[in-house]
């Protein structure tokens, strides 16, 4: 699922990979324009530049820019000219439970770019292996180069129903959430040694910090 944006509801879904974004992007994307040429252009996604243009013809978006599967908030700023007037929102989630998720999907599932890197891993050599520079903060989706948040609210999926109710509200909708694409493991904190616990609270210290996390 990609970021979605709506000229109907005038909202922007930043899409933080692994927080619940299939099952919102399913509740939501039917009030984007482009929903229908969405749909189609899934049967064309060997096609990369065709289906990017397409995207970008169907969304109104200035051509000189691709609209790309979990894009910066600072990347599509200057594609949408009134980006300002949006109601511009995001989920996120404790950093040590989105490392147990982002563990599961990406050994697990073949088409991931990574797999064949990770497939073989333990959890340790995992967390070790994404601590040493194959990461990117949650925070580095809603933020500008210099920092400032860009984002009008920040859901948590820990709190994913009220927060949802939340977005229908502000974007003046009814709708429920499906429970998508889930993970299926024991609690986080079981995955973790001190060792581990540690690595993960240095690396992703600026997710921790902005949202309000701890182990």
């Not at 009030?31 to 189609?40: F, I, S, T, V």
């Not at 969304?59 to 910066?72: E, F, I, M, R, T």
């Not at 929102?89 to 073949?110: E, I």
């Amino acid at each position: 699922m990609a970021t979605l944006i709506s000229r109907q509801r005038k909202f922007i879904f930043i899409h933080v990979y692994k927080v619940a974004g299939t099952s919102i992007s399913e509740a939501l994307e039917k009030y984007e324009e482009a929903y229908r040429l969405k749909k189609a252009a899934r049967f064309l996604w060997r096609f990369t530049f065709l289906r990017a243009r397409r995207l970008r013809e169907g969304l109104g978006l200035k051509n000189q820019y691709p609209l790309l599967d979990h894009a910066l908030a600072r990347d599509i700023k200057p594609l949408v000219p009134d980006f300002d007037t949006y109601f511009k929102f995001c989920f996120v989630r404790n950093p040590w439970d989105w490392q147990v998720s982002l563990y599961h999907f990406t050994t697990q599932r073949w088409y991931t770019r990574t797999h064949k890197i990770a497939a073989g891993m333990d959890f340790q050599k995992f967390i070790e292996w994404r601590c040493e520079g194959n990461y990117k903060l949650q925070r580095d989706f809603i933020v500008d180069y210099d920092g400032t948040s860009l984002v009008d609210f920040i859901g948590k999926l820990e709190n994913i129903e009220a927060d949802f109710a939340t977005v229908c509200d502000r974007i003046g909708i009814q709708n429920t959430l499906p429970h998508l694409n889930k993970s299926d493991h024991t609690d986080y904190r079981s995955y973790y040694n001190e060792h581990t616990k540690s690595l993960v609270a240095r690396t992703f210290r600026d997710d921790i910090e902005m949202f309000g996390y701890s182990f």
